[in-house]
Each structure stands twice: as structure tokens, then as C-alpha cells.
């Protein structure tokens, strides 16, 4: 039977586009929050059609094809989350290298998993020692990656806003008189402590800053529309090595740094880590700025009862 170059086409098409959008929402479902979710319903939707169009085709040309839909469609979904898994953790493994360690080889062993299904390849005794040496190999590289990259930060993956802590500057407005010093840590559970502040309109403050986790993280401050307006721009960004949105501070593992801020004026401010995932992870807090009356500004700039 001559096979419909059209039909084929469109059907491959769809199919390979779907697996596409399955793996790339995999990969970066760690990054990206909802949006990956709706990247994922895309896919899946693709790839249905697109496999229902390809197993007609397939039946209608070969009338010995054993082949069941659902298997076919079993099978494709598998290869696509073991994929994105895989291709996701190896690209990301300098951002989250504890975490990489075991998507890597989940992501080998899923893949794996989908090709012992298929009835194309008969499995055999070679098959498991393929399986079994390759497993091996996969997770032990993955660990040791993880642990050479704990032990050498400097090639750990971090984006920043403007300066870094370890040249020495300040980063945001820089004040000759602190009101007070507040210590701020961060650490691998994707948190600060503490991760609310309560501050002074005209306040200004001294952020200790330290990093106790294994990976970088950081601190910025903003409004609450231009984080995460920042947050959706950083899912995308090609390179995450220029930005200066608001007083921030990048700090590596074990680090710590200061930012010295006067709040000027009276509002709600987020802070938030903004490197890939941290964010979306729930690394981040909130600061209020209390207004503070005409009464109260006199009171504290009045020294008249002060004794010299």
C-alpha cells in the first residue's frame, strides 16, 4: 500500500512537537512554575493526536503491526519525561547540583523503563548488563559532579544584579548613620530567615546577609510587581549575568555580605532570591515600610531633652 507523504508528515510532525513540549516543560518545571504546567497539557496534546494519526497510518499500511495505541502512547510519554529529566538536569546541574544529581539518572532509568516496552527491541540478557553498567555509570558521574562542584562554588551557576558581594561595595544607597542591623540567612531549603521585616518610613537598615547553603543564592529587594516581573523575565533570559533591578546581593556558599538601604518612603517591598527555580521554590519574604506621622518625625529628630 503507498504510503501518504502528507499524512505521515502532519503525524510525525505532531507527535515529535508534542514530545518536544513534554520534555522542555519537564525540564524546566523546576524553572518555569505554572507555565510549565500548561507547556506539559500542550505537549501531551500534540503528542496524542499526533500518535493516534501515525498508529492509523501504521495499521492501515502494515496489516501484521501488532502495535496497541495505548502501548504507543505509554511509550512516548515515558521517552519524553525521561528525556526532559536527563537533558534538564545536565543543563541545569551548575543552578542545582544536588538536585541534578538524581534527575540525571531517574531521567536515564525512565528512559530505560520506555524502551523495554517497546516491542521493537526484544530484551535480553545483554540488555540488563547494558542497563545495569550504564545506570551505574550515569549516577555515579552524577555524584561526583555534585560533589566537585560543592567543593569548587566558583563554577556553581549564578545570575547577578549588578555588583557582587565579594568586590567589596556596597550594592543600594549607602547611609552615613545605620538606625539598626538586621542578620538575614539563606540556606538550600529555598528560605530566608527571617523572611519578613517590619521597617520605619525614613529607616535605615543594615542587611547582614549569609549564604549557608552548598549553592548560591540571593537577596533582592523590590516592589512586589517588578520581582516577579523580573522573576518571568529571568525563566527566559539567555544569560543571567547583567541585571539591576532594585538593591540586591548575590552571594556564594558560605558567604556573607551587607546591604545598607534607607527606606524613603512607606509601602510593601518583596525580597526574593531570583536565580532559576529559587523563586519559584518560595525563596522569598516580604518587608513593610510603616509610614510614620508628623508627630512621630519631630519626636525623633527632637535632641532638646538630650544632655550633652
Known amino acids: 500500500m503507498e504510503i ?18 513534554i520534555a522542555g516543560a519537564v525540564n524546566h518545571g523546576f524553572f518555569s512554575g505554572e507555565r510549565s504546567l500548561w507547556t506539559a497539557a500542550v ?29 504507543a502512547l505509554l511509550i512516548g510519554a515515558l521517552l519524553s519525561i525521561g528525556l526532559g529529566f536527563f537533558t534538564g538536569g545536565l543543563q541545569h546541574f551548575p543552578d542545582s547540583p544536588s538536585r541534578s544529581a538524581w534527575v540525571v539518572p531517574l ?18 540478557k545483554s540488555s540488563v548488563v547494558y542497563s545495569a553498567i550504564l545506570g551505574t555509570f550515569v549516577s555515579l558521574g552524577s555524584y561526583g559532579v555534585w560533589q566537585w562542584l560543592e567543593q569548587n562554588p566558583q563554577y ?14 556596597p550594592v543600594a544607597l549607602t ?17 530566608f530567615t527571617p523572611n519578613q521585616l517590619s521597617v520605619k518610613e525614613g529607616e535605615t537598615l ?30 527566559t533570559a539567555i544569560s543571567h549575568d547583567d541585571h539591576s533591578s532594585g538593591a540586591s546581593i548575590t552571594l556564594a556558599p558560605g558567604a556573607t555580605g551587607d546591604l545598607v538601604i534607607k ?41 532638646s531633652s538630650h544632655k550633652h
Not at 499526533?50 to 502495535?67: Q, Y
Not at 530505560?112 to 526484544?122: E, M, Q, Y
Not at 549564578?158 to 561595595?169: N, T, V
Request: with cysteine.
Open 107 to 124: 531521567g536515564c532509568f525512565i528512559s530505560i523503563v520506555a524502551f523495554a516496552f517497546d516491542p521493537s527491541f526484544k530484551w535480553k
Open 175 to 191: 547611609a552615613l548613620k545605620v538606625d539598626r542591623t538586621v542578620n538575614i540567612r539563606m540556606d538550600d531549603t529555598f528560605r
Open 156 to 169: 556553581l551557576g549564578a545570575h547577578a544584579h549588578g555588583p557582587q558581594a565579594d568586590e567589596g561595595s
Open 263 to 303: 527606606f524613603s518612603q512607606a509601602g510593601a517591598f518583596e525580597m526574593a532570591c531570583l536565580i532559576p527555580g529559587h523563586y519559584e521554590a518560595g525563596m522569598k519574604g516580604t518587608v513593610k515600610v510603616a509610614m510614620v506621622t508628623s508627630d512621630q518625625s519631630k519626636q525623633k529628630h527632637d535632641h
Open 43 to 71: 505537549g501531551m496534546g500534540l503528542f496524542v493526536v499526533g500518535a493516534v494519526m501515525e498508529h492509523r497510518l501504521t495499521r492501515d499500511h502494515d496489516s501484521d503491526k501488532n502495535d496497541g495505541l495505548f502501548r
Open 4 to 21: 501518504n507523504f502528507q499524512r505521515h508528515h502532519a503525524a510525525m510532525l505532531l507527535k515529535y512537537s508534542g514530545i518536544s513540549f
Open 206 to 235: 543594615r542587611l547582614v546577609v549569609t549564604n549557608a547553603g552548598k549553592s548560591p543564592h540571593e537577596l533582592v529587594l523590590g516592589s512586589e510587581v517588578e520581582i516577579r516581573n523580573h522573576a518571568e523575565i529571568m525563566k
